[in-house]
């Protein structure tokens, strides 16, 4: 099964509204997420690196008033994307860094979540 | 800065062997990944090559030369289900390990 639970896996929402997306480590911990945005047809881009109880660091070109990013704990961290607009409309996706876990899991190995479908009108 | 360049796109026959290549300029280099991934779905970690040489994993191969930045993924025996989008990816070390995607292959299997 999934080792890192991203939630919702899609939501259709108007324009001017805030969305909430949670990306979750399961059985092992996170310091470290990543979260990136895919258009159609485009491969993922890189958007910010979460980190565990400090600031995210934002690639160049995002807004990071407008995607707002918190890693309040070692397995959850949360992207919100605040007054979206159509042109935010995307498929984003988060991966979470291995710190931490069972004897299954290799500290700095990476996870994908499921990816969430975000349709803005 | 970060380079990683892959073909576009590529067409191959059922039951055929098929290589696409990625050539990458990166500082920090720790780490090759290829990923697999499906319309409408999240990429699905195929390999991972950080010294050089071939890793097998069944029908898919990869292969990594650091000195030359360059690398492979070759898949054997190819089925109509291989037909998807293929993505090399690089991890910097020096910027906290964040994995930075090429554009991706989308390679079409034909009867």
């Known amino acids: 099964g999934a080792v890192v639970s991203q939630h919702p896996s899609r939501v259709i929402c108007k324009s001017g509204t805030s969305v909430k997306i949670e990306c979750r480590s399961l059985?092992?911990?996170?310091?470290?997420m990543f979260w990136y945005r895919q258009f159609p047809k485009q491969s993922l881009m890189l958007m910010a690196t979460?980190?565990?109880?400090?600031?995210?660091?934002?690639e160049q070109g995002v807004e990071k008033d407008k995607f707002l990013i918190n890693h309040a704990s070692l397995t959850l961290s949360t992207l919100t994307v605040t007054s979206a607009h159509p042109e935010d409309s995307s498929f984003y996706i988060c991966?979470?860094?291995?710190?931490?876990?069972?004897?299954?899991?290799?500290?700095?190995?990476?996870?994908f979540g499921e990816g969430s479908r975000l349709t803005v009108l | 800065g970060q380079n990683i360049d892959q073909p576009t796109e590529m067409t191959a026959t059922e039951g055929a062997i098929v290589q696409i290549n990625c050539t990458y300029q990166?500082?920090?280099?720790?780490?090759l990944f290829w990923y697999q991934q499906h319309a409408g779905e999240a990429p699905t970690f195929l390999s991972y090559?950080?010294?050089?040489g071939l890793e097998e994993k069944g029908r898919f191969s990869s292969f990594l030369s650091r000195s030359k930045g360059y690398s492979y993924l070759l898949l054997k025996e190819l089925q109509m289900k291989d037909s998807a989008s293929y993505l090399c990816?690089?991890?910097?070390?020096?910027?906290?390990?964040?994995?930075?995607f090429g554009q991706g292959t989308e390679l079409s299997v034909k009867p």
């Open positions: 991966s979470a860094r291995v710190t931490s876990g069972g004897p299954l899991f290799i500290s700095g190995e990476l996870f």
């Open positions: 059985d092992f911990q996170a310091t470290t």
């Open positions: 979460s980190n565990e109880g400090s600031k995210a660091t934002y």
């Open positions: 990166t500082s920090g280099f720790n780490g």
């Open positions: 090559n950080v010294l050089d």
């Open positions: 990816a690089v991890r910097n070390e020096d910027q906290g390990g964040k994995l930075i």
